[in-house]
């Protein structure tokens, strides 16, 4: 009596003995990938891109060690026109160079991803008013972020003046203006503040060994006269 066959296993693949070899690395860093190429429209091609991100890879060594910001890379994201795109545009080709950038220096794009960030809430939230004096602004030379985490106190309006503070607030001497949640007594409102003053920044609030060069921390609003706040929305 024949025994029936019993089921077949798998074949398995046959190993070539040869270790496998790291596939080589992309400008922007990591392993190479299959990234969309950019349209010249939304900049000057694949080609410039890659030079932007083997720039950005150079600072970053001394840009972490450091702990001095990113004041050295800022100037090559406005030669490559990216500071004016908040992503309406074409959010995909946005988010493929976000990818590409944080790649080659990951610091970098985290606080350009709050520059996009804060244009396009001004875009959604704003004046078409606004809007144009942000533009303007930017095209001055201003760096935008979105600081939302509240500290001890939260920022709120006291009168005539703001009182409390942000913390975690990245960007600290690189962001010039910010986007900051402000508390109201019905709801939360939203205001674009000048933070350039370095009196009110606290970088040691914040002391961690990844990304030092966010010089992320806390920012003091008490003081503040409401006037100076432009309130979006």
Same mark, same amino acid.
């Given at each position: 009596?024949?025994?029936?066959?019993?089921?077949?296993?798998?074949?398995?693949?046959?190993?070539?003995?040869?270790?496998?070899?790291?596939?080589?690395?992309?400008?922007?860093?990591?392993?190479?990938?299959?990234?969309?190429?950019?349209?010249?429209?939304?900049?000057?091609?694949?080609?410039?891109?890659?030079?932007?991100?083997?720039?950005?890879?150079?600072?970053?060594?001394?840009?972490?060690?450091?702990?001095?910001?990113?004041?050295?890379?800022?100037?090559?994201?406005?030669?490559?026109?990216?500071?004016?795109?908040?992503?309406?545009?074409?959010?995909?080709?946005?988010?493929?160079?976000?990818?590409?950038?944080?790649?080659?220096?990951?610091?970098?794009?985290?606080?350009?991803?709050?520059?996009?960030?804060?244009?396009?809430?001004?875009?959604?939230?704003?004046?078409?008013?606004?809007?144009?004096?942000?533009?303007?602004?930017?095209? @001055?030379?201003?760096?935008?972020?979105?600081?939302?985490?509240?500290?001890?106190?939260?920022?709120?309006?006291?009168?005539?003046?703001?009182?409390?503070? @942000?913390?975690?607030?990245?960007?600290?001497?690189?962001?010039?203006?910010?986007?900051?949640?402000?508390?109201?007594?019905?709801?939360?409102?939203?205001?674009?503040?000048?933070?350039?003053?370095?009196?009110?920044?606290?970088?040691?609030?914040?002391?961690?060994?990844?990304?030092?060069?966010?010089?992320?921390?806390?920012?003091?609003?008490?003081?503040?006269?409401?006037?100076?706040?432009?309130?979006?929305?």
């Amino acid at each position: 009596r024949e025994v029936p066959p019993g089921p077949r296993r798998p074949a398995l693949a046959r190993s070539s003995g040869r270790a496998a070899v790291a596939a080589p690395c992309h400008p922007c860093g990591g392993r190479r990938m299959n990234h969309p190429r950019i349209d010249q429209a939304t900049m000057g091609g694949a080609a410039d891109l890659d030079a932007l991100c083997r720039a950005l890879a150079r600072h970053a060594p001394h840009q972490h060690r450091s702990g001095d910001g990113i004041d050295r890379s800022v100037p090559l994201l406005r030669q490559a026109d990216l500071l004016t795109d908040s992503g309406a545009a074409d959010p995909a080709a946005t988010a493929r160079r976000l990818i590409r950038i944080a790649g080659a220096n990951l610091s970098v794009a985290r606080l350009y991803e709050g520059h996009i960030n804060a244009l396009r809430i001004v875009e959604m939230h704003g004046s078409a008013a606004q809007t144009a004096r942000v533009a303007e602004i930017v095209a @001055k030379g201003a760096f935008l972020g979105v600081w939302g985490a509240d500290g001890a106190e939260p920022v709120r309006v006291d009168g005539h003046a703001l009182r409390g503070a @942000k913390t975690f607030a990245s960007g600290l001497g690189t962001v010039t203006h910010a986007i900051i949640t402000i508390a109201g007594d019905d709801a939360p409102r939203i205001g674009l503040i000048d933070v350039r003053d370095a009196s009110r920044h606290h970088p040691d609030d914040w002391a961690m060994r990844g990304m030092r060069a966010t010089r992320s921390g806390g920012h003091d609003f008490a003081g503040i006269e409401v006037d100076e706040v432009d309130w979006i929305g």
